[in-house]
RNA sequence: GCCCCCUUAGCUCAACUGGCAGAGCAACUGACUCUUAAUCAGUGGGUUGCAGGUUCGAGUCCUGCAGGGGGCACCA
């Protein structure tokens, strides 16, 4: 009982015993017809005494700072609505709610009943009559003005850095607008939302390894989805036409500040069209996602400022080559020669990997865009239908902005005798330590029964949030990123 | 998995080339009916992330470990 935080809650539950014996509920009940503080704070202040005259008003909130001035007490309370100051005077409650000022703490949940008005200074304040106590916090709140700093904490303790650092509270929200912007805008234009399996047999549709997990009753290993592909496309071959699933995928790999294990994915799918058909829906829907935030069509995303102004940039795969690397990644010698150059190890390496070593390496960081990327190169593409007059080449964009992959498209291989050849190409080269991928025979058959030829579309949701709302890190749009369990706390918890 | 950096009171931060661990906020006691980073007087609060080592003496130097951050690798 001696540690400093033990004293703090000591003191608090001693406030928290003196409010049961008030006869009051330390936790609080139902608390009906309260409004939004800024609501409130949009009344006209009346003339008059402001203890009488004012509309009455019924808010709830947080306590975040206590000034207590001997008979007079002021207080400031959020909501997710705004601020506003409360004044309890000794004068103007009962006894037991003057009382009760006397345990308030930083940090506890209060609902008041009062009149709205103005102090003497103007200051939009809830002239209270009565006091209802919602929650007592039990433990001490961090710097009313410095907020959080500790980037640790802050991420440990996620809520109370929502509670203290607006910025990351209003990337929140935009990150819920946006994705309910882009249900509606997709609704909009006759897309219907579908949802499909996250616990998977087979984990396909890309190239990441997978969470491995197990069903008891079956007595299986089960995957976590590192992809939606392949049950969408299943959906295809059902009938549905243009469908779309916003969902989480689950990749066990690093963490980056572009990376979290589990990222939201829109995929989308349009039966009878093919990449062009995603290219002007992927403009126009990042367009509007621009548009919705208000700030114009040029945004500043750290040094930068983006000019978002359609049409954007359409270059492909092989112009970006020959601008960047003065080669033709179809030159198998050439592309070898350049890559060495760049100091890029080829030996035992297939071309086209190659190929893709020195995209990464070199072109992908320049490309500020947003501009297209198209036409790639077909072996890295085992699910892209190949353009038709030459089978090196796949129908596929990808959209780049500030060298961040946003949007990957294709015309979707609907062909199952290809498929299978290039899931099976791509099986032979994987690692032992992959050899968990198997070829899903139930999707091949699902093709073999007639699937449409379609477009379809995937895009990172956490990364474009990142780019509209200008987050350097991915953690800053993820309410809740993955980190390390802290071993001291849970053996102490034990 | 590798490299670099960070970890001091509940929170935000100080502490010179190794020399008595400090401040603001928060907390506690008291004064104050228009304050608003309220003010004033007073009080308490530390395993300096953890474990070792060097030293007369370690927050400071060395080694290991943990967590976090950044970078690399991985990620079609």
Known sequence: MSSPLEKFEADRATKLKRIEALGLDPWGSRFDGHQPIASVRSLTVNEGDPFQVGPRVRVAGRIRTIRRMGRILFLDLTDASGKIQILVGQKQVDDRTWALCDCLDLGDLLGVDGHFGATKTGELTIFATHLHFLAKSLLPHPDKWAGIADTEFALRHRYLDLIYNPALRERALWRIRLVAHIREHLNHLGYVEVETPVLQAIAGGAAARPFITHHNALDIDLYLRIALELHLKRLLVAGFEKIYEIGRVFRNEGISPKHNPEFTMLELYHAYGDYGTMMELTEALILSCVDLLGRGRQLQLGDSVIDFTPPWKRVSYTELFRHYLGVDWQDTQGVFQVAQRHGIDIAGKERDVVVHYLFEEVIEDQLQGPVFVYDYPASLCPLTKRKRDNPEIAERFELYIQGMELANAYTELNDPVTQEATFRRQLAGLPE??????????????????????????????????????????????????????????????
């Open 433 to 494: 330590e992959e050899s968990m991928a198997r070829m899903d025979e139930d999707f091949l058959q699902a093709l073999k029964y007639g699937m449409p030829p379609a477009g379809g579309l995937g895009i990172g949701i956490d990364r474009l949030v990142m780019v509209l709302t200008g987050s350097r890190t991915i953690r800053d749009v993820i309410l809740f990123p993955l980190l390390r369990p802290e071993k001291r706390a849970s053996e102490r918890s034990m």
